[in-house]
T-cell receptor
């Protein structure tokens, strides 16, 4: 198993552009989490899904951020329009509910110029 | 509100010295706490969980409900312990992480 797969690994874009980050969780996992990592705030939970349904999106910073999970094997995090303060590493993680261990992807390093 | 606090952004120790990475939490319920670690060029991964009361790579962590702490300790640091360490609190199925502590073990 390749683990949680995120793409792209790096994204450089200009302010105002739309950015889409992608995540493929581990097969069989029913929870998926999106986190943002910054030096100042550490790992912030943005949103999480259970069985493809968004459960808690209270961490999504603004309406510019949206996330979807159309099926059990794919999720996207979209930022539109992007701003320089969105620059961060975005992680996707998944797990199987009763098992507490989170499996993280390699992350997407986003730079908004 | 639920919160995890890691007061040190950077901790530098010499090889062979004891290590303690601090973690305090704020939660009114019964806490479930974890330590995750990210080594250079590797994914963030679980190091240990308080329920297991285990020692992983020589690290231990004891939950102190009175002080609302879950500090990570190792008696003798090794160079390969250099990494980013995150303390996490599980609330229902949500994992709340602290800001992380970068541990540097000097030769």
């Amino acid at each position: 198993d390749a683990g949680v797969i995120q793409s792209p690994r790096h994204e450089v874009t200009e302010m105002g552009q739309e950015v889409t980050l992608r995540c493929k969780p581990i097969s069989g996992h029913d929870y998926l989490f999106w986190y943002r990592q910054t030096m100042m705030r550490g790992l912030e939970l943005l949103i999480y899904f259970n069985n493809n349904v968004p459960i808690d999106d209270s961490g999504m910073p603004e309406d510019r951020f949206s996330a979807k999970m159309p099926n059990a094997s794919f999720s996207t995090l979209k930022i539109q329009p992007s701003e320089p303060r969105d620059s961060a590493v975005y992680f996707c993680a998944s797990n199987f509910g009763p098992n507490e261990k989170l499996f993280f992807g390699s992350g997407t390093q986003l730079s908004v110029l | 509100a639920q919160r995890v606090t890691q007061p040190e952004k950077l901790l530098s120790v010499f090889k062979g010295a004891p290590v303690e990475l601090k973690c305090n939490y704020s939660y009114s319920g019964s806490p479930e706490l974890f330590w995750y670690v990210q080594y250079s060029r590797q994914r963030l991964q679980l190091l240990l969980r308080h329920i297991s009361r285990e020692s992983i790579k020589g690290f231990t962590a004891d939950l102190n409900k009175g002080e609302t702490s879950f500090h990570l300790k190792k008696p003798f640091a090794q160079e390969e312990d250099s990494a980013m360490y995150y303390c996490a609190l599980k609330v229902a199925y949500k994992y709340i992480f602290g800001t992380g502590t970068r541990l540097k073990v000097l030769a």
